[in-house]
C-alpha cells in the first residue's frame, strides 16, 4: 500500500490582524502569531492583503517576508495594485481569491470560468516571477477546467458550504456537499492540479478532509485564532495538526 505524505497546515493569521486593528497600535503582532504558528508545527503561513487592508497591511506582508522561515501564501485579488506587490514581494505562493468590500470574509469561490481573460494574464505574470498560483474555487468541474486553461498549478476548495452545513445538523446537505469536495478533489488531480482545501474548518471537518488523499493542505485561520483566545495559539495549532494527523492516517492512497 502507498504511504500517503504528511498533509500541510498553512495558518492563516488574518484576524490576529483583526483583533490589533480593532484598538490601533502594535498588538497583537501577526508576525509573532506567525512566528508562534511555525514553532507549534504549522507548514506555511498565510495572510490576505485585502483592498480595504481591513486586517494585514502592507507593513505586515513586509515583515512576513522577510522574517519567516517557511513558505508565505498570499491570498489576494487579482488586481493590478496586487499583482504589483505580489511580484515585488515574491511570497512563496498567491492564492486569487474574490472580494468584495461589503463581505465580512471571503464568501464563495473565485468564478475562474467567467473571468478567464482577466485573470490569465496574473496567472502568467505571477508564474514567470517563480511564484506558485492557486485558484480559490468552489468544487465545480467548470472551475477545474478554468483553472487549467489559466495555467494555475493550484486549487484550493472552497469547504465552507460543507462546514455550514455540519455547523448546522443538516446531514442531507452535508452530505451532498461533501460529495462534491470529494469529486473535485478527484478530479483536480486528475487534471494535473495540486490540491489545496480550506474555509470554517474545525478539528472535526479539518480531521474528514485530511482523510481525502488528494487533498495535500489546509489552510485554516479563523477558527484557530477565536480558539486561542482561551487555549493560546500553540495549544489550539497542535490540536488542530492531531486532527489532521488522525485524518490522514485514515486516508487510502488512490
Do not use: Y
Not at 502594535?26 to 504558528?37: I, K, T, Y
Not at 502592507?58 to 512576513?64: F, N, P, Q, S, Y
Not at 511570497?91 to 471571503?106: D, Y
Not at 473565485?110 to 468552489?138: H, K, N, T
Amino acid at each position: 500500500m502507498t504511504v500517503l505524505s504528511p498533509i500541510r497546515l498553512g495558518v492563516n493569521i488574518d484576524h490576529v490582524a483583526t483583533l490589533r486593528n480593532a484598538r490601533g497600535g502594535r498588538h497583537p503582532d501577526p508576525l509573532r502569531a506567525a512566528q508562534v504558528a511555525v514553532a507549534s508545527g504549522a507548514d506555511g503561513i498565510t495572510a490576505h492583503l485585502r483592498e480595504d487592508r481591513r486586517h494585514i497591511r502592507d507593513a505586515d506582508m513586509e515583515r512576513l517576508r522577510g522574517h519567516l522561515t517557511v513558505p508565505l501564501n498570499m491570498e489576494m485579488a487579482a488586481t493590478r495594485e496586487m499583482v504589483e506587490i505580489a511580484l515585488r514581494l515574491k511570497p512563496h505562493a498567491t492564492c486569487l481569491v474574490p472580494e468584495r468590500r461589503e463581505e465580512r470574509t471571503t464568501e464563495g469561490g473565485l468564478d475562474v470560468a467567467g473571468q478567464r481573460d482577466e485573470l490569465a494574464p496574473a496567472v502568467r505574470a505571477l508564474g514567470a516571477a517563480g511564484i506558485r498560483v492557486s485558484m480559490f474555487i468552489a468544487p465545480e468541474p467548470i472551475q477545474l477546467d478554468a483553472a487549467v486553461a489559466v495555467g494555475a498549478a493550484v486549487v484550493e476548495l472552497h469547504t465552507g458550504a460543507w462546514c455550514d452545513a455540519v455547523a448546522a445538523g443538516d446531514r442531507v446537505a452535508a452530505a451532498s456537499e461533501f460529495g462534491r469536495i470529494v469529486q473535485a478533489a478527484r478530479g483536480a488531480r486528475e487534471r494535473g492540479l495540486e490540491v489545496h482545501a480550506g474555509h470554517g474548518l474545525d478539528p472535526l471537518t479539518a480531521e474528514t478532509i485530511a482523510a481525502l488523499p488528494e487533498v495535500v493542505e489546509l489552510n485554516i485561520g479563523h477558527w484557530l485564532v477565536a480558539e486561542a483566545v482561551f487555549d493560546g495559539l500553540d495549544g489550539t495549532i497542535r490540536r488542530m495538526l492531531a486532527a489532521m494527523r488522525r485524518g490522514r492516517a485514515k486516508a487510502v492512497a488512490p
